[in-house]
C-alpha cells in the first residue's frame, strides 16, 4: 500500500505533466484552428511549460523524483506569473515590456520577404484576442498555473517532506 507520501508525489508528478501538456495543446489549437496567432508575451508563457514538461519526463527515469517534479511546479508556476503580467497588460492595470509583434512567414510563395513583412497580421500584446468570462487566455493561464504550480510546490514541500531519496 502506498504511503501518503507517495500519492501526494504521485499526484503532484501527474499534475506536472498534464496541466502544461494540457494548456500547450490548447494553445496550439487555439492558434493553428482558430487563428489567434501567439504575441511575444504569449510565447514567455510557452516556454516555461515546455521547461515542465520536459522536468516531468526526467522524474519519470532520474534518482530524486521529488526534486523534479518540485521544479516543473516551478515552472508551472512562472507561466502562471507571466501570464498574470501578460493579463495585466491586456486590461491596462500597467505598461507591457516589449513592443508588440508580428508574424511573418515569408517565401514559399514566391513573394518578397518585405511583401511577407507588411502583409504580416499585427498581433498586439496590449489587447486580448479572445476571452470566455471576461478572462482572457493569458488571464486562464494565470489562474490555472499559478494556483497548479502552488499546488504542486504545496504537496511536495509543506505537506510532505523534501526529501531526496524518492
Known amino acids: 500500500m502506498p504511503t501518503k507520501s507517495a500519492k501526494r508525489l504521485r499526484a503532484a508528478h501527474v499534475a506536472a505533466l498534464a496541466v502544461p501538456a494540457v494548456l500547450l495543446a490548447g494553445a496550439y489549437a487555439s492558434e493553428w ?18 521547461v515542465a514538461l520536459a522536468f516531468g519526463l526526467i522524474a519519470w527515469v532520474a534518482p530524486v ?14 507561466s502562471g506569473l507571466i501570464g498574470g503580467f501578460h493579463a495585466g497588460v491586456e486590461y491596462g ?9 508580428n508574424t511573418v512567414t515569408a517565401g514559399g510563395d514566391g513573394g518578397s520577404a518585405l511583401d511577407a513583412v ?5 498581433i498586439r500584446c ?6 470566455l468570462l471576461g478572462i ?4 486562464w493561464n494565470f489562474l490555472i498555473s499559478t494556483l497548479t504550480g502552488l499546488g504542486i ?8 517532506k ?5
Not at 484552428?33 to 515546455?50: A, D, N, S, T
Not at 523524483?65 to 511546479?73: C, N, P, T
Not at 496590449?126 to 476571452?131: E, G, H, V
Open 93 to 101: 492595470w500597467w505598461e507591457g515590456l516589449t513592443a508588440c509583434a
Open 33 to 50: 484552428v482558430l487563428g489567434l496567432y501567439p504575441c511575444e508575451m504569449c510565447w514567455w508563457q510557452r516556454w516555461p511549460h515546455f
Open 65 to 78: 523524483r521529488r526534486l523534479w517534479v518540485a521544479l516543473a511546479g516551478v515552472a508551472i508556476l512562472v
Open 126 to 131: 496590449d489587447k486580448a484576442p479572445w476571452a
Open 136 to 139: 482572457s487566455l493569458a488571464g
Open 162 to 166: 523534501f526529501g531526496l531519496d524518492d
Open 118 to 122: 507588411w502583409d504580416a497580421p499585427m
Open 153 to 160: 510546490v504545496t504537496l511536495l514541500l509543506l505537506r510532505g
